[in-house]
């Protein structure tokens, strides 16, 4: 009699578990904060959502952040430290990032350095750069993980939409 006793009190306590581990996880997701590159994709024309050979990048910041944001949902899923994925994300935007700094460099004082607007820290324009890159590739990653968000189409292993 007590073993059946025990099954039922084993059996009870698993479904409850499992219960509130599956509220757990309804409660963490949060899909409201996802991005949905589908609805941004079928808002262009065809031209625009293929991959062109020499675009022409009129704001470095924002190929650099559309980028960052389509390769952080890419790889969140990863098991990998958010900071490991978010530097795989920085790599992953090298492109867009040289070519932002490149941007920089050729206008007057390009090379010059001033006091960050975040940090009062003396910094340059390529540096206050690589920092944009870091944190903006960190927040897509959490972003990502905390809404189980669907990451953007790919072909050939990039993610569609990259400039």
Excluded at 15 to 39: G, M, R, V, W, Y
Excluded at 97 to 126: K, V
Excluded at 150 to 156: F, T, V
Aim: proline share 7%; net charge negative.
């Amino acid at each position: 009699m007590n073993r059946k006793i025990m099954a039922a009190a084993l059996g009870v306590a698993a479904i409850s578990l499992s219960a509130c581990e599956d509220a757990h996880k309804a409660q963490a997701a949060n899909p409201k904060i996802c991005t949905s590159f589908q609805a941004a994709n079928a808002n262009k024309p065809a031209a625009a959502t293929a991959p062109a050979i020499a675009p022409a990048i009129e704001d470095g910041s924002a190929a650099l952040d559309e980028c960052a944001r389509r390769w952080a949902y890419s790889l969140a899923p990863s098991r990998d430290d958010a900071d490991t994925v978010a530097a795989a994300v920085v790599g992953a935007c090298n492109t867009q990032l040289t070519r932002w700094n490149r941007e920089a460099l050729s206008a007057p004082d390009g090379e010059g350095q001033a006091a960050s607007l975040t940090t009062g820290e003396l910094t340059s324009p390529i540096g206050e750069h690589l920092r944009f890159a870091n944190t903006r590739a960190l927040l897509y990653v959490v972003q990502a993980r905390a809404g189980a968000c669907a990451p953007p189409p790919a072909s050939n292993g990039v993610p569609e939409g990259i400039q």
